[in-house]
T-cell receptor, first 112, second 111 residues
Framework: DAGVTQSPTHLIKTRGQQVTLRCSPK?????VSWYQQALGQGPQFIFQYYEEEERQRGNFPDRFSGHQFPNYSSELNVNALLLGDSALYLC???????????FGEGSWLTVV | GESVGLHLPTLSVQEGDNSIINCAYS??????FIWYKQESGKGPQFIID?????DKRQGQRVTVLLNKTVKHLSLQIAATQPGDSAVYFC??????????FGQGTTLQVKP
């Protein structure tokens, strides 16, 4: 049973560029959330997707957008990258009524 | 803003001793709490959870205690092993399903 998988694992982008990160949820899970974790900090909620719609959103600018596909996989897009966007981006999946929330290993984004 | 706080940034224990990691939360409406372990370069790994209508829950070598009166959560690890060295986060689940994390406590296990 595959857990939450994310790609790519590491990437480097230049300020102003755009990035797309991908996530496949744990088998059987249909709710996907994205978190940003800066170095030395706890993860911060970006947004959550269910039934291909954004259900709720954290305190992140519109440069951060996402999408969920019919197979429940999801993408996180960040436009006009800033140096401060450098972080570990985590995807988490769960059932909508489920309590247990599992995380992937994350995508390390470095903006230079 | 929203936050879940941890009392100590670093905890150092001797191998074989018991470890206790504490956490204070602010939202009394939260109904569910989770402890995660995060090793260097990896994503958070689920350890144990507890509903707000419980005071205690035990897993394998781990116990979570919840004191709603003082909004305090703790994780106890029995017979701490070198493989337990990591950053530990408590997280509070809001009624909308998002998790609110604290800063984390680094557990160092000395051989």
């Amino acid at each position: 049973d595959a857990g939450v998988t994310q790609s790519p694992t590491h990437l480097i982008k230049t300020r102003g560029q755009q990035v797309t990160l991908r996530c496949s949820p744990k088998s059987g899970h249909d709710t996907v959330s994205w978190y940003q974790q800066a170095l030395g900090q706890g993860p911060q909620f970006i947004f959550q997707y269910y039934e291909e719609e954004e259900r709720q959103r954290g305190n992140f600018p519109d440069r951060f957008s996402g999408h969920q596909f019919p197979n429940y996989s999801s993408e996180l897009n960040v436009n006009a990258l800033l140096l401060g966007d450098s972080a570990l981006y985590l995807c988490a999946s769960s059932l909508p009524s489920g309590n247990t929330i599992y995380f992937g290993e994350g995508s390390w984004l470095t903006v230079v | 803003g929203e936050s879940v706080g941890l009392h100590l940034p670093t905890l150092s224990v001797q191998e074989g001793d018991n470890s206790i990691i504490n956490c204070a939360y602010s939202n009394s409406a939260s109904d569910y709490f989770i402890w995660y372990k995060q090793e260097s370069g990896k994503g958070p790994q689920f350890i144990i959870d507890i509903r707000s209508n419980m005071d205690k829950r035990q897993g394998q070598r781990v116990t979570v205690l919840l004191n709603k009166t003082v909004k305090h959560l703790s994780l106890q690890i029995a017979a701490t092993q070198p493989g337990d060295s990591a950053v530990y986060f408590c997280a509070e689940r809001s009624n909308t399903g998002k998790l609110i994390f604290g800063q984390g406590t680094t557990l160092q296990v000395k051989p």
